[in-house]
């Protein structure tokens, strides 16, 4: 229900799919993508079924056929881990050739221990300008710092620890600055 999600099943629609629908978890009024988003999606023919779990990815003789879903009462969620409870009888099969996952995801840290600086203990803590951690040599940006953003952001992001951790390679300081546009006047007849 979020805006990757919505993302994915209107790429489907401009790729060609000849029908696109998409479950989600949460009800229509809860989906965390955008309103517009959303009403955008639909005025694009994509079906959407809220409030709906998966329980099984379906096929026929080696071929996906579709994904059986179950109804729920979604609550949210607690501590990472969807809160809800199943509807009796209202199990249904949502027919498909293709089946495309955007669900939401935070980062796995773990691996690092306490090494790295933390932010809720969810996010490794970062300079916002070399994207350094706590941790010498390890870099880190994105949705991995930031949480569910824009992709422009993530992208620049990379391009931004790409830089560091080249500096931090050629054993160079990291601070640097950040190339900015050259400043340019305007003449009120040209706004």
């Known amino acids: 229900g979020g805006n990757v999600a919505i993302d994915a099943a209107m790429s489907a629609v401009r ?26 999606a639909e005025q694009e023919g994509i079906l959407i079924y809220p409030s709906r779990t998966f329980k099984e990815v379906t ?9 059986r879903t179950v109804q729920v009462d979604f609550r949210g969620f607690n501590e990472g881990r969807p809160d809800f409870d199943e509807l009796p009888g209202t199990e249904a ?13 935070r980062p796995d840290i773990t691996c690092l ?20 951690t706590s ?32 500096r931090y390679l050629q054993g160079l300081e990291l601070a640097f600055e950040s190339p900015r546009p ?9 706004v």
């Open 135 to 166: 941790l010498p040599g390890v870099f880190a940006g994105g949705d991995a710092v930031t949480g569910t953003s824009f992709i422009v952001n993530a992208i620049a992001a990379g391009h931004q620890a790409a830089r560091s951790i080249e």
């Open 182 to 190: 050259p400043a340019v006047r305007l003449e009120p007849d040209e």
């Open 15 to 40: 790729l060609g799919a000849s029908w696109v629908g998409m479950s989600c978890l949460e009800s229509r009024a809860t989906m965390p993508s955008h309103d517009w988003e959303v009403r955008d």
């Open 93 to 105: 099969v949502i027919l498909a050739d293709v089946v495309v996952f955007a669900i939401g995801q």
């Open 113 to 132: 221990g306490d090494q790295v600086e933390t932010v809720a203990r969810r996010f490794p803590k970062v300079d916002p300008q070399t994207l350094a």
């Open 59 to 67: 096929s026929q003789d080696g071929q996906l056929t579709g994904v």
